[in-house]
């Protein structure tokens, strides 16, 4: 099984900064089939990055994802208010299929 | 309009049993890939397991920690998903959300049906 480890667990930023945040997996995710996700307090999960790099439909270019084998990042470049939330990272590659604890993306 | 619409949830006493439904619309359900993932209270999303299509032979898979215990099954007739769920424990209590996979380009979630395990 595929561990994915984010870090930070929590990120404090304001509006107008920039978010990285990072996904590790215990072994190299096959065809860089990773996903991130946003969930925001009583919502359901929003796809926002799939295959590492694609943005999925809707989603606007202030996001981006990157890396590839183990190592992913999750760009934010400029933050706004609507941003935070917690953010998960997801492989697909190999089964059994895993999310990552998630990171806590917060207004400081 | 995609819509999912979980049911079957409730409360149930360690080692009992509980079937889940997942009731599909707004798009061909045969075509599709179908997951359950769960989400314990104030805690992270877990995969549970999935079933691929009929073009993959409804291959279904199981995250480690419900394998043997939980089965997932689909009527493509009904477009409809079920999670058979047995030999609950109290770590199983989570909202569980039926997803529908398209082609791993987007998804949809459903709102969740919240199973609690028990005594």
């Known amino acids: 099984e595929i561990v994915l480890t984010q870090s930070p667990g929590t990120l404090s930023l304001s509006p107008g900064e920039r978010a990285t945040l990072s996904c590790r997996a215990s072994?190299?995710?096959?065809?860089?089939?990773l996903a991130w996700y946003q969930q925001k307090p009583g919502q359901t999960p929003r796809l926002l990055i799939y295959g590492a790099a694609s943005r999925a439909t809707g989603i606007p270019d202030r996001f981006s994802g990157s890396g590839s084998g183990t190592d992913f990042t999750l760009t934010i470049s400029r933050l706004e208010p609507e941003d935070f939330a917690v953010f998960y990272c997801?492989?697909?590659?190999?089964?059994?299929?895993?999310f990552g604890q998630g990171t806590r993306l917060e207004i400081k | 309009e995609v819509q999912l619409v979980e049911s079957g949830g409730g409360l149930v006493q360690p080692g009992g049993s509980l079937r889940l439904s997942c009731a599909a619309s707004g798009f061909t359900f045969s075509d599709h890939y179908m997951e359950w993932v769960r989400q314990a209270p104030g805690k992270g999303l877990e995969w549970v397991g999935r079933t691929k299509n009929k073009a993959n032979r409804f291959t279904t898979e199981y995250a480690a920690s419900v394998r043997g215990r939980f089965s997932i099954s689909r009527d493509d007739s009904k477009s409809s998903l079920y999670l058979e769920m047995n030999s609950l424990k109290t770590e199983d209590t989570a909202l569980y959300y039926c997803v529908a996979k398209f082609y791993g380009t987007s998804d949809y979630w459903g709102q969740g049906t919240l199973v609690t395990v028990s005594s």
């Open positions: 997801y492989q697909y590659g190999s089964s059994p299929l895993t």
């Open positions: 072994q190299s995710v096959w065809s860089n089939y």
